[in-house]
């Protein structure tokens, strides 16, 4: 009931400064408290995690850019409602063939928006996984990617 309120809107509003992030966080970190089954055990929010088979809300928040982003890319979006994602340029050998490029701006409003917010992370990805067919092989491939990588650890250090 909590993460449906959390992931409210997250595509078009993702907080970018960690103070919000970690607030955000905290609500759901109090929520995992409340399980009657984990109330007593006195464990870290990671271990409650871990149980509840759960992500982090940043995790969530990135994968579910990626996703956002593949539809668009795909073409599962109409044109006049996606928004404008440039293509970058193939010359370059790391990443993947479907690579974008950054907007030049000066105000966080542009710098924190969609556009330029999933840049780095989508050029991260390799071939394998942007090259999918439908949108449920790409969510496997991405999260067999991700499977050991940083990303999931990202906001481990919160207390």
Request: glycine share 4%; aromatic share 12%; proline share 4%.
């Amino acid at each position: 009931m909590v993460r449906s309120h959390l992931d409210y809107c997250s595509s078009v509003w993702a907080p970018y400064r960690k103070g919000d992030i970690e607030a955000l966080e905290n609500v759901q970190k109090r929520a995992t408290k409340i399980l009657p089954s984990l109330k007593k055990l006195g464990l870290a929010y990671w271990e409650r995690l871990k149980i509840c088979q759960m992500p982090t809300l940043h995790y969530r928040g990135i994968r579910r850019d990626m996703i956002e982003t593949y539809k668009i890319i795909t073409g599962k979006y109409y044109a006049c409602v996606a928004p404008t994602l440039p293509k970058g340029s193939i010359s370059i050998t790391r990443g993947n063939n479907l690579r974008l490029q950054k907007y030049h701006v000066k105000y966080d409003l542009r710098k924190f928006g969609f556009a330029n917010r999933v840049v780095n992370t989508w050029n991260s990805l390799p071939n394998w996984v942007v090259s999918a067919n439908t949108t449920n092989t790409f969510k496997s491939r991405l999260d067999k990617f991700w499977q050991n990588q940083d990303v999931i650890k990202t906001f481990m250090s919160v207390s």
